[in-house]
């Protein structure tokens, strides 16, 4: 770390990288092709269906085929919960040379509609059964091809063949022969929405270079090989599901048991224990039931339970590894960033400048180190002047990873672009070893009296003091409203009976000043959530200013 202002990875190296001018729909064909027979995908939505790679790229390729009598336009709508029918409706349309957009179905209708338009799609991969299951969804707004009806009417002959030709000739000869589309790069790859915790949805838009640039950090890593079985129960709409739990088994190979929801813990409990699965990817908030209702020997298994998008609460690592034996790894990402910024490791990767550590990989609340070929800079988020790395400040990141914009809106593109640093608008800091804290969003902190307040802090103090620890949904939550005299007014939003006078007591007897105090405490039903767990920051901000 010679210069104190940017810590570098090996990001000028890994962005030379020529698989990053690759195609994703070349790379998965490749790597299906050369292992056809390898089980890919276990999938036990209503009773187990295994999946091997050959067959799954067989059917993907046929119904490539067909998406360009279904529509002439560039994007085409994904509406699938995790399961088979989602890896093969987002790899035919890749290998249709289209752009898959997983439709985020818990937005709302009028959001969704705005989603459809701003994408143009004019067709919808789906099924007869997810129409029935999310009726408010704005389905007339674009034709509906039910997936499961096209493979049943697959032709048998040119499938079997396909299939016979994948099984016996060189991978990289098939994909020539089928003109398997292979120069990507910096062309869109995907589109996701994201789920709009601070602002409306925005398109992001994730070019093949953003995509198995990701995907080459996650394998430098170290952290998924090709023989883990990763739970993929995330939905596809979410980036961690898109990136890591779909492209990444295509691209490597792992095997991936999906379940369709996150929330179904005791499904995916049973699908650890049945599946023998060794990794389980989620939210801090999706993990908190296992501990209360699911019995440890169930989850022997697992090997690592990763957590990302929202922080992982003191003392809930320590307690989650003493009850199954599993190690417990914190991460950090965004949708523009594909998703994977770091992650807390079980060693340090070997072949990368990571700074000496006695933790060798991990350290307790950090969210790791950052993966190989990023680089990241400190800024004072008043003046937006560099800072050293070690101080807290606005988190500013360079990567193959990072997209290249949101969709048709080129203004809000530039707010968070600083040249070629994206601005994450989360506060962070490194400490001498290179680990990385986050301190929390920027939205997430309320200036009151000119000094900084971090709502996260706030919450999780409550949270200790009241023994809330274990409670399986969001009990409370900071906002803030505007304040004549201060600048702003810290709101307590609370599902349960709370005393202000109780509340001052408890942040005073932890060290808290009286700017930290809320002054408010509004009574609710029920803390609002997004469906990746993480708290509706618009939602508490609406509720926080109301009268």
Same mark, same amino acid.
């Given at each position: 770390?010679?210069?104190?202002?940017?810590?570098?990875?090996?990001?000028?190296?890994?962005?030379?990288?020529?698989?990053?001018?690759?195609?994703?729909?070349?790379?998965?064909?490749?790597?299906?092709?050369?292992?056809?027979?390898?089980?890919?995908?276990?999938?036990?939505?209503?009773?187990?269906? #295994?999946?091997?790679?050959?067959?799954?790229?067989?059917?993907?390729? @046929?119904?490539?085929?067909?998406?360009?009598?279904?529509?002439?336009?560039?994007?085409?709508?994904?509406?699938?919960?995790?399961?088979?029918?989602?890896?093969?409706?987002?790899?035919?349309?890749?290998?249709? !040379?289209?752009?898959?957009?997983?439709?985020?179905?818990?937005?709302?209708?009028?959001?969704?509609?705005?989603?459809?338009?701003?994408?143009?799609?004019?067709?919808?991969?789906?099924?007869?059964? @997810?129409?029935?299951?999310?009726?408010?969804?704005?389905?007339?707004?674009? !034709?509906?091809?039910?997936?499961?009806?096209?493979? &049943?009417?697959?032709?048998?002959?040119?499938?079997?063949?396909?299939?016979?030709?994948?099984?016996?000739?060189?991978?990289?000869?098939?994909?020539?022969?089928?003109?398997?589309?292979?120069? !990507?790069?910096?062309?869109?790859?995907? +589109?996701?929405?994201?789920?709009?915790?601070?602002?409306?949805?925005?398109?992001?838009?994730?070019?093949?270079?953003?995509?198995?640039?990701?995907?080459?950090?996650?394998?430098?890593?170290?952290?998924?090989?090709?023989?883990?079985?990763?739970?993929?129960?995330?939905?596809?709409?979410?980036?961690?599901?898109?990136?890591?739990? $779909?492209?990444?088994?295509?691209?490597? =190979?792992?095997?991936?048991?999906?379940?369709?929801?996150?929330?179904?813990?005791?499904?995916?409990?049973?699908?650890?224990?049945? *599946?023998?699965?060794?990794?389980?990817?989620?939210?801090?908030?999706?993990? &908190?039931?296992?501990?209360?209702?699911?019995?440890? *020997?169930?989850?022997? /298994? +697992?090997?690592?339970?990763?957590?990302?998008?929202?922080?992982?609460?003191?003392?809930?690592?320590?307690?989650?590894? #003493?009850?199954?034996?599993? $190690?417990?790894?914190?991460?950090?990402?965004?949708?523009?960033?594909?998703?994977?910024?770091?992650?807390?490791?079980?060693?340090?990767?070997?072949?990368?400048?990571?700074?000496?550590?006695?933790?060798?990989?991990?350290?307790?609340?950090?969210?790791?180190?950052?993966?190989?070929?990023?680089?990241?800079?400190?800024?004072?988020?008043?003046?937006?002047?560099?800072?050293?790395?070690?101080?807290?400040?606005?988190?500013?990141?360079?990567?193959?990873?990072?997209?290249?914009?949101?969709?048709?809106?080129?203004?809000?593109?530039?707010?968070?672009?600083?040249?070629?640093?994206?601005?994450?608008?989360?506060?962070?800091?490194?400490?001498?070893? =290179?680990?990385?804290?986050?301190?929390?969003?920027? /939205?997430?902190?309320?200036?009151?009296? =000119?000094?900084?307040?971090?709502?996260?802090?706030?919450?999780? #103090? $409550?949270?200790?003091?009241?023994?809330?620890?274990?409670?399986?949904?969001?009990?409370?939550?900071?906002?803030?409203?505007?304040?004549?005299?201060?600048?702003?007014? $810290?709101?307590?939003?609370?599902?349960?009976?709370?005393?202000?006078?109780?509340?001052?007591?408890?942040?005073?007897?932890?060290?808290?000043?009286?700017?930290?105090?809320?002054?408010?405490?509004?009574?609710? *039903?029920?803390?609002?959530?997004?469906?990746?767990?993480?708290?509706?920051?618009?939602?508490?901000?609406?509720?926080?200013?109301?009268?």
């Amino acid at each position: 770390m010679s210069d104190s202002t940017v810590l570098d990875f090996g990001e000028r190296e890994f962005q030379a990288r020529p698989e990053l001018n690759s195609h994703l729909a070349w790379e998965s064909f490749i790597a299906l092709a050369k292992h056809p027979n390898r089980v890919l995908v276990i999938d036990r939505t209503l009773q187990r269906r #295994a999946m091997k790679s050959g067959f799954l790229l067989a059917l993907s390729w @046929m119904l490539s085929r067909r998406l360009h009598t279904w529509t002439d336009r560039k994007r085409v709508g994904i509406l699938f919960p995790p399961g088979i029918g989602g890896y093969i409706a987002n790899l035919a349309v890749v290998l249709a !040379g289209k752009v898959p957009v997983n439709l985020n179905f818990t937005l709302g209708r009028a959001s969704s509609e705005a989603c459809l338009r701003r994408a143009e799609i004019d067709c919808i991969l789906s099924t007869e059964r @997810m129409q029935l299951k999310i009726a408010d969804f704005p389905w007339s707004q674009a !034709g509906v091809i039910d997936i499961v009806e096209e493979l &049943k009417n697959l032709p048998k002959m040119k499938t079997l063949a396909l299939l016979a030709s994948i099984q016996v000739m060189p991978a990289k000869l098939l994909a020539k022969l089928l003109r398997v589309p292979s120069v !990507g790069g910096d062309a869109e790859a995907g +589109l996701l929405f994201t789920s709009g915790s601070s602002g409306e949805p925005k398109g992001v838009v994730l070019t093949h270079r953003n995509i198995l640039g990701n995907c080459l950090q996650i394998d430098a890593s170290g952290l998924l090989p090709i023989g883990e079985k990763i739970i993929a129960n995330l939905p596809i709409f979410h980036s961690f599901g898109f990136t890591v739990t $779909l492209w990444y088994p295509l691209l490597r =190979g792992c095997t991936a048991v999906t379940v369709p929801s996150p929330l179904e813990f005791k499904k995916v409990a049973e699908a650890v224990e049945a *599946e023998s699965a060794t990794i389980l990817i989620g939210t801090p908030t999706f993990f &908190k039931p296992y501990i209360r209702h699911v019995a440890p *020997e169930k989850l022997k /298994s +697992l090997k690592y339970a990763i957590a990302g998008a929202e922080k992982t609460p003191a003392g809930f690592a320590d307690l989650w590894q #003493a009850t199954f034996d599993c $190690l417990y790894f914190e991460g950090y990402g965004l949708t523009e960033t594909s998703p994977v910024v770091s992650i807390n490791l079980p060693h340090t990767p070997a072949g990368f400048d990571y700074p000496e550590s006695a933790n060798d990989g991990s350290k307790p609340g950090s969210v790791g180190r950052l993966m190989p070929g990023h680089a990241a800079r400190i800024l004072n988020p008043d003046t937006m002047e560099s800072l050293a790395v070690t101080e807290v400040g606005l988190l500013l990141l360079k990567g193959p990873n990072i997209f290249s914009g949101y969709l048709n809106d080129a203004k809000r593109t530039a707010e968070v672009m600083d040249g070629e640093w994206f601005i994450t608008g989360d506060l962070a800091r490194f400490d001498e070893e =290179g680990y990385l804290f986050i301190e929390g969003r920027l /939205s997430r902190f309320s200036k009151i009296a =000119g000094e900084m307040v971090p709502h996260g802090t706030i919450e999780q #103090a $409550l949270v200790e003091a009241f023994d809330l620890l274990d409670s399986e949904m969001p009990m409370l939550a900071i906002g803030a409203r505007p304040d004549a005299a201060k600048g702003e007014a $810290l709101v307590l939003l609370a599902v349960m009976d709370v005393e202000l006078t109780d509340v001052r007591e408890k942040l005073s007897a932890a060290g808290y000043s009286n700017l930290w105090i809320p002054k408010l405490i509004k009574r609710v *039903e029920a803390i609002p959530t997004l469906a990746t767990g993480k708290l509706d920051l618009r939602a508490i901000k609406e509720l926080s200013a109301a009268e």
